[in-house]
């Protein structure tokens, strides 16, 4: 089997800053609106509410930016049956045999899925190849698809 190589975009660090500037700009908006008042709210609710519930909020934001960051970043190598993937400082080994399957939904990205009980990596909650062009994409599925991998809904 060829060896097939694949690079992401470097959205990962634009993703994590891009969160950043959201829990901060939460966390801006919070401390002027506990300050000035919120407009919108009653008088009768205190600013602090306001306050707590913003940042919970930027909090999510900032984690759905960073997930897709993520899922579109890095390099992945297939080589034989084994998959090598590289973010940043953070790389893992994965079998094939360890994998169900795959999905395909998203353009930008062909997500691997594990088997139950198949051994997880923290950095690599989600497996995911990058694909940033059409024929990138085309490679990629008849590679796992020349590797018996099954694709999954």
């Known amino acids: 089997m060829t060896r097939l190589v ?3 975009t470097r959205t990962w660090d634009s993703g994590l800053r891009a969160a950043g500037v959201c829990v901060l700009s939460g966390l801006g908006c919070s401390i002027l609106f506990a300050e000035q ?3 919108w709210l009653p008088r009768s609710v205190p600013p602090e509410l306001f306050v707590i519930a913003s940042l919970p909020l930027a909090a999510a934001i900032a984690l759905v930016i960073r997930r897709r960051g993520i899922a579109c970043a890095g390099r992945v190598t297939l080589e034989g049956d084994v998959l090598e993937f590289e973010r940043s400082l953070w790389r893992a080994r994965v079998q094939l045999s360890d994998l169900a399957g795959y999905r395909d939904g998203d353009p930008d990205f062909v997500e691997l899925i594990r088997r139950r009980g198949a051994r997880r990596s923290f950095f690599f909650p989600r497996l995911t190849i990058p694909t940033c062009s059409e024929e990138a994409r085309v490679q ?4 796992l698809d020349a590797r018996g991998l099954e ?3």
């Open 6 to 8: 694949v690079a992401g």
């Open 37 to 39: 008042g919120v407009p």
């Open 140 to 143: 990629v599925l008849r590679a």
């Open 151 to 153: 694709r999954l809904e």
